[in-house]
């Protein structure tokens, strides 16, 4: 039977993802809009960006916290360009995302000492292979394949070579072994329902180190540049931009950062979004048709939670549409290049409630394309 109640917020999609419980635009901070972010007031919003990301987070003594231009992926862009070619690289990918990086790497630095260790969708390659004297590129969760690193015991505490970690589906849901990584980015967009546009780029002394000892063989665009004279251009990780940023986003993060502690801090928000992949844990184990495409239980992704179904591609296509239809769940097919199937996400802004809600009807377009 068709079931009735439907989620009281049907957004379950992993990019940008839904706003927190409660969002309300009308209450946000606005008082920086039409300001100058080099003014005083602009300044210090962004500040408490770069301030309160790291107390939130609990990062070690020493790292810095920049807001920099084109999301998460401007932000591995400015790492990748501004501190690869001093040593030979790794790189780990399991989705498209990572072979986009590889694909810089490899085609546009045209890096030959490279190494490349990959898997299909819904497996890890090998880690142990990634030589610690080597930089090491890797996603720590694979948005687009439901597939995540499950801890950071292959990274060597000796390691030469830098860690540099694409972690936009990660941080705010997941356990970060930050002292273990050098280089981590991620977006607004993702965990925290913010805005899109703006990256986020969190450096560690070595990283630090790097920038400021070696220069890199090719030109640098403005936007990637994080150094001035062999030093470190220190205000970018204080919240002066390389370019202007939105003051309108800047004021959705820090009410998103904001709820984080009311929230009871990044535990209770990785708490948070561990139960509503238990939600679906559930649901699978009850009903044989459906599937994680991660083959590994630690691997499996609390954030985008990917799904495989004993239908074709276009039959997975309809129970799309179908509830997508019916209002109860919008932008949940896979992700384009990945294997047909359904993307839940499941961070902490997503109601466990909601997802109770939305497998019956999961169950019940599986049933009407499947008749």
């Not at 948070?272 to 691997?299: G, P, Y």
């Not at 239908?311 to 384009?336: F, N, T």
Request: hydrophobic letters at 40%; glycine letters at 10%.
């Amino acid at each position: 039977m068709k079931p009735t109640q439907k989620p009281a917020n049907p957004n379950f999609s992993s990019g940008p993802c839904s706003k927190r419980p409660g969002y309300d635009v009308s209450k946000l901070d606005v008082s920086t809009l039409g300001r100058s972010h080099r003014a005083a007031i602009g300044k210090a919003a962004l500040g408490r960006v770069c301030e309160e990301t790291a107390e939130v987070l609990g990062l070690p003594e020493g790292y810095r916290v920049g807001v920099v231009p084109a999301s998460d992926t401007g932000a591995v862009e400015m790492a990748l360009w501004s501190m690869l070619g001093a040593r030979p690289v790794d790189i780990c990918y399991w989705e498209s995302f990572g072979q986009g990086w590889l694909t810089d790497v490899v085609k546009q630095l045209k890096l030959e000492q490279t190494n490349a260790y990959g898997a299909d969708y819904g497996l890890l390659p090998d880690l142990g292979q990634t030589n610690p004297a080597h930089d090491i590129v890797f996603t720590w969760n694979g948005t687009t394949s439901g597939v995540k690193v499950p801890n950071g015991d292959w990274i060597s505490d000796d390691r030469e070579g830098l860690t540099i970690c694409d972690a936009t589906s990660a941080v705010f849901a997941m356990e970060m072994p930050w002292e273990k990584l050098d280089v981590v980015t991620f977006s607004w967009q993702k965990v925290l329902g913010g805005e899109g546009a703006h990256g986020m780029l969190i450096l560690s002394p070595r990283a630090v180190e790097r920038l400021e000892s070696y220069t890199p063989p090719w030109p640098l665009p403005k936007i990637f540049r994080m150094t001035k004279g062999g030093k470190l251009i220190d205000g970018i990780f204080r919240g002066e931009t390389i370019n202007t940023p939105s003051m309108l986003c800047v004021a959705d993060y820090l009410d998103a950062l904001d709820w984080v502690k009311a929230l009871g801090g990044v535990d209770a928000a990785i708490a948070k979004s561990r139960a509503n992949l238990a939600v679906i844990e559930d649901f699978v184990a009850a009903n044989e048709w459906i599937n994680f495409l991660a083959q590994d239980d630690a691997t499996r992704s609390n954030t985008s939670i990917c799904l495989s179904l004993d239908l074709d591609a276009d039959q997975v296509k309809q129970v799309v549409k179908l509830l997508d239809a019916e209002g109860v769940a919008y932008d949940i097919g896979a992700y384009r290049d990945a294997p047909a199937g359904l993307r839940i996400w499941g961070g902490a802004t997503v109601e466990q409630s909601d997802l109770e809600a939305l497998m019956p009807w999961i169950e019940w377009a599986y049933r009407e394309v499947s008749k």
